[in-house]
């Protein structure tokens, strides 16, 4: 289609929808009275929470009571980041040269020693911040998702401290990879614990513990370290993908 | 929260649309794409809010509308990697980011 | 026991997929073939187990032990029903051949690729088992973003680039929907199950414009995937650029997923939402037949192999929503059949397409035309003993109209593909690839063999019980019933097989040149040609029209 | 609902305007990562403090990030 054709298309078609959708959502206001059923979360919260000595609904939910969901979530990850590499891996027509800037084209100079200071400065706050989300998801907002983003970024000001080329031959070209295998892996055996010394697959078969304690919450706290060390190592793995990329790899014939 | 926030989210996930469809830019196409990803946030928010729930008044927003957004962010994130990375290699195949200069009629 | 078996299709592909990351540098790489193997192969045996467990009533398991407290589900179920184990055996069949085609099509494919197979198997075995909407939509994403890396393999390939940007963006703009509809549906019912929304809404028969809305989202989401038209441009360009292994999967049993998702849905909340069941079946097959007579056309009117496939694949999802879409216990039997030796089909012309890129045009030429002829509906392949069947039930159901139009876009699409054998390349016969050749030609047989032995057990598809969305509550919904094969029903199926036959010989096209020679007939055309050039602002256009065409055609079917 | 959450979805109407139709695609990056942040401050004045959390680590910083990286990727093809 012509572009002004598609542009006149959509719009007619995205009125309509709009229009629909204002529709329906008008039958979100009160008015209706609600229906007998209370609400899942409603339940969950006020019901289950103490059951199972969690502070935190929202951990409760989605590492207990639909953990399911968030282990489909951990290997959303694993497939994408998987999938990053595939589509940037090396071709023969490109060579790996020394980090170029890419807005001058020169090598890169040393980073100056203030950034340096100040790169490194952050990083260990980073982390710390990122390993209690990591640790305290069934005590407080946060968990093994949100700590684990906390903990690459942590990783990243090594980076933009200027230490690249340093930290990137401290690990393998695809070592990354693996470990966010691992951490997503650990989920399933985590599941088929509870398949063994439980009733079910991702049965929380631990000890409970005491309730706003560190390591209460049986399978909870030890699904948040899981995850958080996979995503934050998967996060780490795309960006330094997406890195290497721009810094590194340039096309055979390039000028130096 | 929730009329006004039903409103919001039909309107980011339209502009958002628009943004794609109109896009001359891989980029932007796909950072457009976040916008109407957003609506489905503001949406979940408007409908766990405490307003929209039956029952005696809660806290927070329902945990099980949280859980689902606070995982999809983090995913959505990582999609939004894979699609940038196709669009490094288109242009490092082709040199241009303009999506209608991929088109190729077909035999 | 079966509590032990219903995670393990889900479970094992994924913990393989795990192993084979983790030990890529490390094990050899025949080993991590070997882990792969046994990994689907587990999968096809433990939903073959399931399948055979499940009864006229779905068990149900609950992930984690999370049981239903005063009938609210709080955790996720697994629903052990015979539709979603047979789905899920033939995601297992359809990731079995791909994994065998790939020594054949990608010598140097690495671990990754396999690793990406698995997760994707077990996304589409959780998606097939689970009784969760919200788990099923997650689920459903995943099998999306595996694919999108598959589908780019050949990074060098600016058409595999563009097809995977455009499979990853419109599916993701299918989980904005999904989600949304969602939203609304936990707004109105407060429930994610699907047996507990069922009965929520039952509980309530007044129309509900909130659950209409939802329903035409949702389906929406699920019908992007099903590439039904015109929701099929990104469809298009990915089959037509994907590895051929990848087509097995995302062409085999990924779109007629997305048609259970629509059957998953459907029958539990429409007719308490306010739309008549009517209205419901009139959109599903109309939309149906659309899908199937432009698959059909299409694929007779372009030229390229790959292109004819992806709109024969397009004619095939569309006479399955014919049968699915009739809502009737009758429909249902035929269109599960159907799905079943459609796949298989496209297994096997895959298998003849990678025979031909071998450079074995005779041997790569009889797969196309077997598979053809099971296109086309021989009544001796599962296919065309499906639409034998679907001949009555449409009758019965009240939609006679749609019998020639099934029987004319099965006789198009048998014909699309008997054209791509007659047009296959001649070349040569490099002695090196003696053993690929055996490969692709062996797996290609295979699945032919089972299709003609799904059709010889088409009879199981008339047990097939218990399939709505009883989960919580264990509610018997329709059961597909057993449709006896009628002398029409046969009738039908020979005269597509002569059409077929006809049209694949090239009969008619002295007429079409004559035709493309009229002015008019030649601008809809290059407008239809430039329609399909892979535009990803196209797809996105079209995709926005579809959803708010069938939510609309669903708001005004609303009593 | 209070003023300020009215506002501040407001705010993310407009932002996500921008977001969408800003052209360049380094503006956009820019605009993205106020966009993140504003929804990050919406669903925290609406009590969904896990939301919260994911999209300013995500919206805020790491997208952004990412743009910028592929941003720079393509205009050292360039030259």
Redesign the interface.
């Known amino acids: 289609m012509s572009i002004a054709g598609r542009r006149a298309a959509f719009l007619a078609g995205a009125a309509v929808l709009v229009a629909l959708l204002t529709w329906g959502f008008a039958g979100l206001l009160p008015g209706r009275p609600a229906g007998p059923t209370p609400r899942v979360g409603d339940l969950l919260a006020s019901a289950s929470g103490p059951d199972r000595h969690v502070v935190d609904p929202v951990a409760l939910v989605g590492l207990d009571a639909r953990s399911l969901d968030a282990l489909v979530a951990a290997f959303t990850v694993v497939a994408a980041v998987a999938g990053t590499t595939l589509v940037l891996r090396a071709r023969p027509d490109e060579w790996a040269g020394h980090a170029l800037d890419f807005a001058t084209g020169r090598r890169v100079p040393p980073t100056s020693d203030a950034v340096r200071v100040l790169g490194l400065g952050l990083t260990p706050p980073t982390v710390l911040f990122g390993l209690y989300l990591v640790t305290h998801g069934q005590l407080s907002p946060g968990g093994g998702f949100q700590g684990g983003v906390v903990l690459a970024a942590g990783v990243l000001l090594i980076y933009l401290a200027g230490e690249f080329e340093d930290l990137h031959g401290l690990y393998g070209d695809r070592a990354l990879e693996r470990g966010l295998a691992a951490g997503a892996g650990g989920t399933v055996a985590i599941g088929f614990l509870g398949l063994a010394a439980g009733p079910a697959f991702l049965a929380n078969a631990l000890p409970l513990g005491r309730t706003g304690d560190v390591l209460s919450g049986g399978t909870i706290p030890l699904l948040d370290v899981v995850l958080g060390l996979g995503i934050a190592v998967g996060f780490v793995a795309l960006l330094t993908t997406f890195l290497h990329q721009a810094i590194v790899l340039r096309p055979l014939g390039a000028r130096r | 929260m929730t009329a006004l926030g039903t409103i919001v989210a039909a309107w980011l996930f339209a502009i958002g649309l628009y943004g794609v469809v109109t896009s001359r830019n891989l980029v932007h196409l796909v950072v457009s794409l976040s916008v109407s990803q957003a609506s489905t946030y503001v949406l979940l928010l408007a409908v766990g809010t405490r307003a929209a729930r039956p029952g005696p008044p809660a806290r927070a927003v329902d945990p099980v509308l949280q859980a689902l957004a606070s995982t999809d962010v983090v995913v959505a994130v990582v999609i939004a990697a894979l699609l940038l990375a196709l669009v490094v290699q288109v242009h490092k195949r082709t040199g241009s980011l303009d999506p209608d200069a991929l088109r190729r009629l077909p035999e | 026991m079966i509590?032990?078996v219903?995670?393990l299709p889900i479970?094992v592909p994924?913990?393989a997929?795990?192993?084979v990351?983790?030990f890529?540098?490390v094990a050899d790489r025949r080993l991590t073939r070997l882990l792969t193997g046994v990994a689907v192969a587990a999968e096809v045996a433990g939903a073959a187990a399931l399948l055979h467990h499940a009864g006229a009533h779905p068990a149900v398991?609950?992930?984690?032990?999370?049981a239903p407290?005063h009938g609210?589900?709080?955790?996720?179920s697994l629903t052990l029903d015979r539709l979603g184990a047979g789905a899920a055996l033939g995601a297992g069949v359809a990731v079995a051949a791909a994994v065998a085609l790939i020594p054949a099509t990608l010598e140097d494919a690495?671990t990754?690729?396999d690793?990406?197979l698995l997760?994707?198997l077990?996304?589409m075995a959780?998606f097939c088992l689970?009784g969760d909407l919200?788990?099923m939509l997650?689920?459903f994403?995943?099998t999306a973003?595996?694919s999108?890396?598959?589908t780019?393999?050949d990074?060098?390939s600016?058409?595999a680039?563009?097809s995977?940007?455009s499979l990853?963006?419109t599916s993701?703009?299918s989980a904005?929907l999904g989600?949304?509809g969602i939203?609304?549906i936990?707004?109105?019912?407060?429930?994610?199950n699907l047996a507990?929304i069922a009965r929520?809404v039952a509980?309530?028969p007044r129309p509900?414009?909130?659950i209409?809305?939802?329903l035409?989202l949702l389906s929406a989401a699920f019908l992007i995937r099903a590439a039904i038209v015109p929701f099929h441009l990104w469809f298009v360009d990915t089959i037509?650029a994907s590895p051929l292994p990848v087509v097995i999967v995302l062409g085999g049993v990924l779109g007629t997923l997305g048609l259970l998702g629509v059957v998953r849905l459907w029958p539990a909340v429409s007719a308490a939402a306010g739309v008549p069941a009517r209205g419901v079946a009139d959109v599903l097959v109309v939309a149906g037949a659309a899908t199937a007579l432009v698959g059909g056309l299409l694929g007779l009117g372009?030229?390229?192999a790959r292109?004819r496939l992806a709109f024969v694949i397009v004619a095939q999802t569309g006479i399955t929503l014919v049968g699915a879409g009739l809502l009737s216990a009758g429909g249902l039997g035929p269109a599960i059949l159907y799905s079943a030796g459609s796949g298989l089909a496209v297994g096997a012309l895959a298998c003849g397409l990678a025979v031909l890129d071998l450079a074995r045009p005779r041997a790569g030429a009889a797969l196309l035309v077997a598979g053809g002829l099971a296109v086309a509906g021989l009544p001796v392949l599962a296919p065309g003993l499906a639409l034998q069947r679907l001949e009555r039930a449409a009758r019965g159901a009240g939609y006679p109209w749609v019998v020639p139009v099934v029987a004319l876009a099965a006789a198009m699409a048998g014909g699309a593909v008997l054209r791509m054998a007659r047009s296959s390349p001649q070349g040569g016969q490099p002695e090196a690839t003696r053993r690929r050749v055996a490969g692709a030609v062996g797996i290609g047989a295979v699945l032919l063999v089972l299709a003609v032995l799904a059709g010889a057990a088409g009879g199981w598809t008339g047990a097939a019980g218990g399939w709505t969305a009883a989960a919580a509550a264990g509610a018997a919904g329709t059961a597909p019933a057993a449709v006896p094969i009628t002398l029409g029903g046969t009738l039908v199926d020979l005269l597509s097989v002569a059409g077929a036959l006809l049209l694949g010989s090239g009969y008619g096209s002295g007429f079409t040149r004559r035709l493309g020679r009229q002015a008019a007939v030649a601008s809809t055309w290059s407008a239809v040609?430039?329609?399909?050039?892979?535009?990803?602002?196209?797809a996105?256009?079209?995709a926005?029209?579809?959803?708010?065409?069938i939510?609309?055609a669903l708001?005004s079917a609303m009593r | 609902m209070t003023v300020l959450e009215a506002v501040l979805l407001i705010l993310v109407a407009a932002g996500g305007g921008c977001v969408a139709l800003v052209r360049n695609p380094l503006r956009q990056a820019m605009a993205a990562s106020l966009f993140g942040s504003l929804l990050a401050v919406l669903f925290a004045v609406a009590r969904a403090p896990d939301v919260a959390l994911s999209e300013i680590v995500v919206g805020a910083v790491a997208l952004p990030l990412m743009i910028l990286l592929a941003l720079a990727k393509i205009r050292g093809g360039q030259r």
């Not at chain 3, 398991?61 to 999370?66: D, I, L, Q, S």
């Not at chain 3, 936990?186 to 994610?192: D, M």
């Not at chain 3, 040609?529 to 196209?538: C, K, N």
């Open positions: 509590g032990w219903a995670p479970a994924w913990a997929a795990a192993l990351l983790l890529d540098r398991m609950w992930v984690g032990g999370w407290v609210v589900a709080l955790g996720i690495g990754t690729v690793a990406l997760v994707l077990g996304a959780g689970t919200l788990t997650v689920f994403e995943l973003v595996a999108i890396a598959l780019a393999y990074t060098g600016v058409a680039l563009r995977a940007l990853g963006i993701t703009i904005f989600v949304m939203a609304l936990y707004a109105r019912t407060g429930a994610l507990q929520a509980a309530d509900d414009r909130v209409v809305l939802a035409g037509s372009f030229t390229a292109r040609r430039r329609l399909h050039d892979g535009s990803i602002g196209d996105v256009a079209w926005t029209i579809g959803t708010a065409a939510t609309l708001a």
